[in-house]
């Protein structure tokens, strides 16, 4: 059959920062450095930058294809840096600095990494690893401070470039980006986006049931750019023209001060960063400013958390992904009959992950992979296809999806019947008790909704006679008691009898993982050996 006659316009990523320019040369880029100063750019000046940055890299010698890494907290110049080497036909590689030196190393190595930018907060870091990382040819900072005399300064490297430069051309699927997830087990794999994906996930985020982005939009992601790149806000806002600020420092007071100088009405992070920043408000009476909407993910929301924003006129969007879906994969938008539903109603729905945007579809199976239905009992392993999911991990000799597309994200969950899924466990975490289920997620939200509760994670402890029970780990909020027994008898309202953790132990703080949740790994290791009253220690799982 003939094709239809309509063009064909490739979905590549310049095609956003081209949009940006010219339709919205003069919105404001704002950056808010980690020494407190704070600097302004557009759009304009950012594709500029961008098309000097391609120069630069060409001048270099990076080929189509090859990976320009960045070791950077959020600020403009990493996202310039972004369109700079994705616009030559180069593949941005997004460092977590919160690696570990031979998680570095190995990234670094496997990527193949040609250059790398980084900002000066991570030179020791930098000059520790050059001898680990042999592809590396070009180091360039972008923040260096004055007395400087490392490597080349970001602007210095573009300073012979006049921008006048026409992006590379090539196919929609194309790489453009790389994320390394940062696996329990084994070495970190990479999450290679296509120009396509990376387009069709920023068209469905602007959307107004994902993150409802428009051109009076003030955006300030708490997440930082190497975090599944920022939940996709780069990518999304030169569609929508949003303002964007962008902050390499994550403390409650910058936040509140950025909220209400730049008239922030969009904000997204992971709870600990919410956790943080309402512990600041209570304490200090700071305001949020003109915010209306954030998005949590990453982790549950507790619905502490989101009854605490909602109390102050915010809307919650509960969302969740991974870096292998680039990553949103759903979100909880309020469904028709939301105007029908009471408070608590809508706090329960939100509690849920959220539904599926148009693009990807969600099922869970069992573990010998029948599908389970949509029916709000059956749980099962969560499963996700779609365009913005990976289908292989980079230089992976498998798919990494059945052969129906069908990726197994590791998480436990429900699907209920009006769309929502709501995530009930890592399928490493759930406490197997007696046979049965128990999900940790749910125990810790009942346990963050009691006064004094700063922050709870429920691990399995292995039991003689029931396998694993579990134990329930608290930190308190700074001065305030929590009385053991009446934390129980407040969860004994919220969960299963069964569900009851033998045990609370106060903890002073909770490990976390490089993007910020909670590590049940290493939580486990601390609590190896440990015995519940009346009971021996026993082997437990890691
Ligand atoms: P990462 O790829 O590092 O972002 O981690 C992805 C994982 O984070 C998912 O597979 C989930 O286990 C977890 N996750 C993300 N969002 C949520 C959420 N809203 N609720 C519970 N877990 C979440």
Known sequence: MALGAMQH???????????????????????????????????????????????????????????????????????TAWYGACGMGGVVHTINPRLFPDQLTYIVNHA?????LYDALFAPLVEKMKPHWPTIETYACFDPPAGWSGDVAFEEWLAPFD????????????????????????????VLYEHRSTILHAMAEVSPDVMGLSARSVA??????????????????????????????YRPERMCALFRDEGVTHSAGVPTVWIEMIAFIERTGADLGPLEQVVIGGSAAPRAMIEWLRARGIAVGHAWGMTETSPIGTIGAPPANWGEMDEAAQVAFISRQGRVPFGVELRIVDDEGRVLPRDGEASGRLQIRGPWVVQRY?????????ADGWFDTGDVAI?????????????????????????????????????????????????PKWDERPLLCVVRKPGAEVCPDALRAHL??????????????????????????????????????????????????D
């Not at 569900?499 to 002073?508: K, M, Q, R, S, T």
Request: proline share 5%; glycine share 10%.
């Open 112 to 116: 193949e990494d040609r250059v790398l």
């Open 415 to 463: 699907l209920h019947p009006d769309g929502t899924m709501q995530i009930t466990d890592r399928s490493k975490d759930v406490i197997k008790s007696g046979g049965e289920w128990i999900s940790s997620i749910e125990l810790e939200n009942a346990a963050l909704g009691f006064p004094g509760v700063l922050e709870a994670a429920a691990i399995g402890i292995a039991h």
């Open 163 to 190: 921008g006048d430069y026409r992006w590379a051309e090539g196919d929609e699927r194309d790489p453009c980006g790389l994320c390394y997830t940062s696996g329990t087990t084994g070495n970190p794999k990479g």
């Open 394 to 402: 980079f230089k992976a000799e498998e798919d990494a999806v059945d």
């Open 492 to 541: 004994a309202g919220q969960v299963a009898k069964w569900w009851l953790p033998d045990a609370i132990e106060f903890v002073d703080d909770l490990p976390h993982t490089a993007t910020g949740k909670i590590s049940k790994k290493q939580l486990r290791e601390r609590f190896t050996g440990y015995a519940f009253a009346g009971t021996e220690a026993m082997t437990g799982r």
């Open 9 to 79: 316009w490739l979905l590549r990523v310049t095609s956003l920062i081209d949009h940006a320019e010219r339709e919205h040369p003069t919105r404001e880029i704002v950056s808010a450095w980690a020494d407190g100063s704070v600097t302004r750019t557009n759009w304009q000046e950012v594709a500029r930058n961008a098309r000097r940055m391609a120069q630069a890299l060409e001048a270099g010698g990076v080929g189509r294809g090859e990976r320009v890494a960045t070791l950077a907290m959020n600020h403009a110049r990493h996202l």
């Open 220 to 249: 300030l992601p708490i997440v930082p750019m190497f975090h599944a790149n920022a939940w996709g806000l780069p990518w999304a806002a030169p569609i929508a023209g949003c303002k964007l600020v962008l902050s390499a420092d």
